[in-house]
């Protein structure tokens, strides 16, 4: 089935951090298109899917809903439990996460071991979701001890795959090294008019630009980047780097604090969002005395206060 991807610049899935709210703002920003967290698969099988993992709106349509898991079987029918109740644009597999509790498991990268064993689970999910009409994707990595992006290229083609999405770094790197993007450009070469998105060590507006023509990719995801400076969306729409201020991060995270509220528990938003916060005071004049009032804010009111504060007392 295919999928049109053209020159998109898209924010990646990032577990903790781009739930429906961070998506919504991104979108607004300029993302093209967004991706859900992980989501488990076998568990949405067996018990249905989580409302805080699996809850998004039309505004951040084109989305990817993302599982991952263990085998064929579960993976396509969790895949279709969250596709013919939502409707998304594709549903992704995740090949890629190198987290050591979901590589214990034996899922995600662990599979980048068998290229014919995550052949199998597109080819099954696939299977599942052709009479929904919904499209699968991957995201994968270059391989796990070694690369072996050849070979797992040719059986997620083979498989059915709409989409690749290449994370150019070993499963046992996690995030260390560089992401090597002219693997993008290899991968690009080996699936011909099926899209392929490049995603790793993308920090600025300008090298958004520079990964389109040094690969020929039809995407470009932005993940730790955006989740410190989601502007980058609207400087690479604009072609212009962008000047934003404390009030400004501070507007952004209580309106998406607000939108949290729409399918979190509110003290449980509250406190997710910390690190976030952290992350959006980076390179913030006094930025050590601000995340000390935030991690020491203790319940939902004093944390919206506090921010509050901040505004006013910093922003000057």
């Known amino acids: 089935m295919s999928l049109k991807i053209d020159r998109e610049v898209i924010l990646a899935p990032m577990a903790g951090y781009t739930?429906?709210?961070?998506?919504?703002?991104?979108?607004?920003?300029?993302?093209?298109?967004?991706?859900?967290?992980?989501?488990?698969?076998t568990g949405i099988a067996r018990r249905g899917e989580e409302k805080e993992l699996s809850f998004f709106t039309d505004s951040e349509?084109?989305?990817?809903?993302?599982?991952?898991?263990?085998?064929?079987?579960?993976i396509a029918q969790g895949a279709y439990v969250l596709a013919s109740k939502y409707r998304p644009e594709a549903i992704d597999i995740n090949f890629g996460c190198s987290v050591k509790k979901v590589l214990k498991a034996k899922a995600a990268g662990y599979l980048l071991q068998y290229p014919e064993e995550m052949g199998r689970i597109v080819e099954e999910t696939v299977k599942a979701l052709k009479p929904l009409g919904i499209p699968v994707t991957a995201k994968i990595r270059l391989g796990f001890y070694e690369d072996t992006l050849e070979?797992?290229?040719?059986n997620l083609l083979k498989a059915g795959v709409s989409a690749i999405a290449l994370h150019p770094r070993l499963a046992v790197q996690g995030f260390s090294g560089s992401a090597d993007w002219s693997r993008v450009k290899a991968l690009k070469e080996i699936a011909g008019s099926v899209p392929v998105i490049g995603s790793g060590d993308v920090r600025s507006w300008r090298q958004i630009d520079e990964k389109f023509e040094q690969t020929g990719c039809n995407g470009v995801m932005v993940g730790r980047a955006a989740v410190s400076n989601p502007?980058?969306?609207?400087?690479y729409k604009e072609r212009r780097d962008?000047?934003?201020?404390?009030?400004?991060?501070?507007?952004f995270i209580?309106?998406?604090?607000?939108?949290?509220?729409?399918?979190?528990?509110?003290?449980?938003?509250?406190?997710?969002?910390?690190?976030?916060?952290?992350?959006l005071f980076k390179g913030v004049r006094g930025k050590a005395k601000l995340n000390d009032a935030i991690m020491r804010s203790k319940s939902c009111e004093e944390l919206v206060s506090n921010l509050l504060r901040i505004k006013e007392e910093f922003s000057g």
């Not at 502007?231 to 400087?235: L, N, S």
């Not at 962008?242 to 507007?251: G, N, T, Y």
């Not at 509110?266 to 992350?279: F, H, L, M, R, Y």
């Open 19 to 41: 739930h429906s709210a961070f998506r919504l703002l991104c979108r607004e920003l300029g993302a093209d298109r967004t991706y859900s967290e992980l989501m488990n698969a």
């Open 61 to 74: 349509r084109p989305i990817h809903l993302q599982v991952y898991g263990q085998n064929p079987e579960e």
């Open 151 to 154: 070979e797992i290229a040719e």
């Open 231 to 235: 502007w980058i969306f609207k400087e």
């Open 242 to 251: 962008i000047e934003v201020s404390l009030a400004e991060r501070v507007d």
């Open 254 to 279: 209580l309106r998406e604090l607000e939108l949290m509220w729409g399918y979190f528990p509110k003290e449980k938003a509250c406190k997710a969002i910390k690190a976030q916060i952290s992350q």
